[in-house]
């Protein structure tokens, strides 16, 4: 069997399990060859099929993520290893880079902060758009900064990124932190307890990384007072959250006295909150 027939099979296989079925069946593809999916794309006739192809596909129907499969995760501009103890980055929480660079017109960002970051992907994006910028990310999971600081190692960041050990949940989380930053990214666990997701999410994404309580509401509670104290006068912080939570979210950062703005996604979805201190 050539590479294009078993692509086209693949993706009819995998059409019951993935909105992205051709996409998928290319990225485990070119992940059994060892090459990237431009190579694949371009070289496609004269490969043969690898015998390990069959296994990584098996593994998809089992609903398993592409990004768990192959170990990686494109964002923004760069490619994040990730494992199932991370949260795979989303294209949607691009938004929420989006929205910084919308936001900082004149003065770079100096200091980053980046609150539950998982594999390192808001800061590493971050930090990768402002090159003179310095940054801390602070995850809950051990496992999980093992990864941020690899990923920020591997890419070059280790220099400028810090990740470390942190959970809002503790009292004083942020008394040790040396703020105050001009910039704060969030993408905290914001879905509804009850919530049917996915089975790629449910039954393969961490999920302390996703559910926060009935409303989904229960880490900004805990998040948003602490912004103000950790934030720069001229700072801004960008949270993610979900397509209904704008007002309640917004909410939270008028009674923090924030000035509050939102951004949606490429879908049209409420995607980030920006937090701005309101001028004296
Ligand atoms: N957008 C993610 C999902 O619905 C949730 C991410 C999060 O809770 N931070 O799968």
Redesign the pocket.
């Known amino acids: 069997m050539t590479v294009s027939e078993a692509l086209r099979t693949a993706a009819h296989d995998l059409a019951g399990v993935s909105d992205t079925p051709r996409l998928d069946a290319e990225l485990l593809m070119a992940d059994a060859l060892g090459i990237t999916r431009s190579t694949l794309l371009l070289n496609r006739m004269r490969d043969q099929v690898p015998p390990s192809f069959a296994a990584l596909l098996a593994r998809r129907q089992m609903h398993e993520p592409v990004a768990y499969i192959t170990g990686r995760q494109d964002f923004w501009t760069l490619t994040l290893n990730v494992t199932p103890a991370v949260?795979i980055p989303?294209s949607?929480?691009e938004t929420l880079i989006e929205a910084a660079v919308d936001a900082i017109k004149c003065r770079p960002p100096q200091r980053i902060l980046d609150l539950g970051t998982g594999s390192g992907a808001l800061l590493l994006a971050a930090l990768a758009q402002w090159p003179e910028a310095r940054g801390i990310g602070i995850e809950a999971s051990d496992v999980a900064l093992a990864i941020a600081q690899s990923n920020a190692d591997r890419l070059g960041y280790g220099e400028r990124a810090r990740m470390q050990h942190g959970n809002w949940r503790h009292p004083g989380w942020h008394d040790a932190l040396p703020g105050p930053f001009d910039l704060i990214l969030c993408?905290?666990?914001?879905?509804e307890t009850t919530a049917a997701?996915?089975p790629q999410?449910m039954q393969h994404?961490p999920h302390s990384?996703?559910?926060?309580g009935d409303e989904?509401l229960d880490d900004y509670r805990f998040l948003i007072p602490a912004l103000p104290r950790l934030l720069a006068p001229c700072g801004i912080a960008i949270l993610?959250i979900?397509a209904s939570q704008r007002l309640a979210v917004s909410a939270l950062g008028s009674a923090s006295g924030f000035d509050v703005d939102c951004r949606q996604d490429l879908a049209g979805h409420d995607r980030a909150v920006i937090l701005r201190q309101t001028p004296p």
């Open positions: 949260l989303r949607d929480s993408n905290p666990p914001y879905v997701l996915a999410v994404e990384a996703l559910f926060a989904g993610e979900g």
